[in-house]
């Protein structure tokens, strides 16, 4: 049977999204690993990376000079996806997910993922690493923040 238009659109939407959800994956495991090569071929030539302290706001070059040491030594990171959005517009995707970390407990990745040339090549072009603060708690931790 010859898939209706819409059924074809609907069947590339998804491919499209299973191919940039596996971008990021491929991302999280290669920072466990500590794989600086892999990790860093999810990411864009232009790309950005906003980590959890108010400082940390790098386009990749930077990121990559400041991550390399520690993946040379092995030393990698791992957060763990529980949950993730995915939405996308074209060539665009942009994703928000939950992610468990054995030091920090659970984080909120979010960004922007932008598709290459005919394929499925989707490559990270801004990813933003914050705390998952519970609202019944920001109150102290403001208060550690701020204090001196």
């Not at 491919?15 to 999280?28: F, S």
């Not at 790309?47 to 520690?70: K, L, N, Q, S, V």
């Not at 995707?93 to 922007?112: M, P, T």
């Amino acid at each position: 049977m010859v898939p209706e238009r819409n059924d074809a659109i609907g069947i590339a939407a998804q491919r499209g999204a299973i191919a940039a959800e596996a971008t990021l994956d491929r991302m999280h495991e290669a920072a466990s690993r500590a794989d600086g090569e892999t990790y860093f071929a999810q990411f864009s030539s232009g790309a950005r990376f906003i980590g959890t302290d108010a400082g940390e706001h790098w386009d990749i070059a930077a990121f990559r000079a400041y991550a390399e040491p520690y993946f040379a030594q092995g030393k990698g990171w791992t957060y763990r996806p529980r949950d993730r959005t995915l939405i996308i517009s074209g060539d665009f995707a942009w994703f928000d997910e939950i992610l468990d970390n054995d030091s920090y407990g659970v984080l909120r990745g979010s960004g922007l993922l932008r598709r290459y040339g005919p394929g499925d090549d989707w490559k990270i072009e801004q990813y933003v690493l914050s705390f998952a603060v519970p609202n019944d708690k920001a109150a102290v931790v403001v208060a550690a923040i701020e204090a001196p």
